[in-house]
């Protein structure tokens, strides 16, 4: 394990101040690896001052591939393999422990896990939808945007909320708003949505570096940079 210089930083919920260096990150993914893929853009045009340190997967997936490419290190910890949500939480978080992360991302990782005492309040996800409307169990991916359509909802967008041990029910960092328009298709908004997934997720973990996250209760507010 390496260490962080972080004398302004207990570790312990986000940073109070500028981090003042790349934060590092743990991504969490169960498929394609795009949001993965996206961070990884990011980073690469100078537009996201983090490293990607640890890719861990709930399964085999193309993700782990474009992990790989990239020349980042990737592992599979099958869900399947464990017997309760409890002990498969605990074996990501000592691969996560072991690489030394600020920040964990969760992206389009599919397994509920529980968040360990150290990481609480460091542990973000991203929802394609307006939380706290079409989330939950059972909505994810083109679920939503399928349910958003069949309701007649005339806007969706996206949520990043710090993860906690349920479903979509953490703290919301920020949200992004698209219409949703008459002849939309479940593919149409979904692609709709992920472009300002592209935008906010990485946005959310400059927040974050940056030490302008305060959480007060449920609200968590921005301070000034």
């Not at 017997?83 to 000592?94: K, L, Q, R, T, W």
């Not at 422990?97 to 969760?106: G, M, S, Y």
């Not at 991916?141 to 349920?166: I, N, R, W």
């Amino acid at each position: 394990m390496t260490s962080n210089d972080d004398t302004n930083w207990s570790r312990t919920g986000p940073p109070t101040e500028p981090l003042g260096r790349p934060v590092r990150l743990a991504v969490l993914i169960s498929g394609g690896g795009t949001t993965l893929a996206n961070f990884l853009a990011k980073i690469a045009a100078g537009e996201l001052d983090a490293s990607v340190e640890l890719v861990v997967a709930s399964r085999s997936c193309r993700g782990t591939s474009i992990a790989a490419e990239a020349g980042v290190r990737a592992m599979v910890v099958p869900r399947r393999e464990h017997a309760d949500v409890e002990s498969f939480s605990e074996a990501v978080f000592a691969s996560v422990r072991e690489a030394d992360v600020d920040l964990v991302v969760l992206s389009g990782f599919l397994s509920l896990v529980v968040v360990p005492e150290d990481f609480r309040l460091r542990v973000m996800n991203i929802h394609p939808g307006l939380i706290p409307a079409f989330c939950g169990a059972g909505f994810y991916g083109h679920h939503v945007h399928e349910a958003v359509l069949e309701y007649g909802a005339k806007v969706s967008g996206c949520t990043v909320h710090f993860a906690d041990d349920q479903y979509d029910t953490g703290p919301v960092v920020l949200q992004r708003c698209v219409p949703v328009r008459e002849d939309d298709t479940p593919d149409a908004l979904a692609a709709r949505v992920f472009e300002t997934e592209c935008e906010a997720y990485p946005e959310a973990i400059r927040l974050f570096a940056k030490g302008r996250l305060r959480i007060d209760g449920r609200r968590v507010r921005v301070a000034e940079g």
